[in-house]
């Protein structure tokens, strides 16, 4: 893992707020809760702030977030909004557009890309020298692939038709960013956590089938960018009535052994969902089922991705405080049992602020009360959740 500039002084910060921490917990609680607390759009870091980021590069890891594209000053997670801009640039290591590099995004039709959104997005990132995710190459599912993708003629020869229809996404996106993205989610949610079973798109019913498309993406990408990491993401988690899931996935995996196509990574997207109140009783119950299957999954050699961290708050009251304690407690107690991985090194949150979560849209809580899925909330004020962040990573075990 290359250590850049920015990286080593990052490093060299945390180190000594490590050494610090280890001294005196509480100074570096006060130290890490005093984050970025302000109104919308404030500035001003207060002195001691020790960054998310700094906070990761002392173990050897990375800690980043999700952002978006957006018009200027566009209330949304995007870099032209000053306020998310600031507190992408003060807490992150790393980025990864939360939606721009999908084909519902780049592929208005069979002939055409329009990265004018995504590209915007890199060169803010590469002026910020952010280094970006691709997320990501197929969204293996009707309903996240184009609209003319499901409805498209494949004609006569639909198997090569469809095999050049995927290598041409896969290796335009590739060669466009090159060495600028060094890690891709290649294939995205393609296991049907109902049953375990592989999702079928237009695609892969012309070209022979899920594996043989899925199979294809890995390949081409592994061609197109050598230098990348390549990524099979999903969001199997930990909570009852994962089972299935998390059992396709592990299919998927082995068949990736069996066939020798060149994947290197679980990403474990990690959005977790509370299950009431005691946030330590909920971790003790599931930890075991979830590092059986991290260990089965790190047995067959793939290292693993935090990719997308946020937090649903469910089965806990609306006070605020009550919440934010025990998504706190939730957070800590999960990202315990990740990171003792030491494939772990790169922390993605799906968003720094309640403000933007796509939670709230997806699933609103019954009493109406306002999400708080994020490290930071709508008024983007530092969270117990990103001091429990803060104190997984500082516990951590340093990465060699
Ligand atoms: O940009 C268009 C806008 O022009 C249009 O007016 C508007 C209304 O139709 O839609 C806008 O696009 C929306 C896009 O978010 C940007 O806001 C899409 O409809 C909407 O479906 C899309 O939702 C995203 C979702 O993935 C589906 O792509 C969420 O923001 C995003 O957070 C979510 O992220 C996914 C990961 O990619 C994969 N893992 C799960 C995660 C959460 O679902």
Redesign the pocket.
Known sequence: MEITRRDGLAMLAGLAVTGCQTANVGTATATTSTAAAGPLGSRSTPSGFVSLQSLAAAKGMRFGS?F??GEPGAD?GSFANPAYADLLRRECGLLVG??EM?W??IRPGPTSFDFRRFDAMMAWADANALPVRG??LL?HQPK?MPRWEEAYDFGARPAREAERLLVEHVTTVCQRYGTRIRSY?VV??AVNPADGSLYQTALSRALGGPEPTIDLAFRTAKVAAPHAQLVY???MSWEPGNANHRAGVLKLLEGFRTRGVPVDALGV?S?IVTQGVDAQGAVRALEGDWRRFLDTVTAMGFALVI??LDVRDNGLPGDVVARDTAVAAYTRGYLDVMLDYPSVRDIVA??MTDRY???E??EPRADGARRRPCPYDDRFAAKPMRDAIASALSAAPARR
Request: glycine residues 6%; proline residues 0%; contains cysteine.
């Open positions: 999700c978006a594209w949304r939360e939606n999908k519902q995004s997320h990501n969204w996240w989610d995205n949610e993401n999903d969001y997207q959005h990719t997308e799906w968003g979560s796509w939670i849209g997806f």
